[in-house]
């Protein structure tokens, strides 16, 4: 069983708010909205994407490569955990 099964509610809710923002940027073109406005919401989806992914690739460390609760003083599980801290670091 995959991991994003456990969350599926939430991570489909995920999905919906970011189809929303993309549904308000394509409105804001179509009524030709201050690029400022179109850029600030475009932001804000790149923002939910990078959100998501960073907690899909976090569910998938800790259910498929190693749980760093698990073992949590293990060298394999401080690897993970760093691994985790860097992609979210990263994706923010």
Do not use: W
Request: glycine share 6%; proline share 2%.
């Amino acid at each position: 069983m995959a991991h994003t099964i456990h969350d599926k509610t939430k991570l489909v809710n995920r999905v919906r708010r970011i189809r929303g923002q993309l549904d308000g940027v394509e409105k804001a073109l179509i009524n030709e909205e201050d690029c400022f406005k179109i850029l600030q919401t475009v932001a804000a989806c790149r923002g939910a994407i990078n959100g998501l992914t960073a907690e899909i690739i976090e569910g998938h460390i800790r259910f498929h490569v190693v749980n760093p609760d698990h073992r949590p003083g293990s060298a394999q599980a401080r690897a993970a955990q760093e691994l985790i801290d860097v992609i979210n670091a990263y994706l923010k």
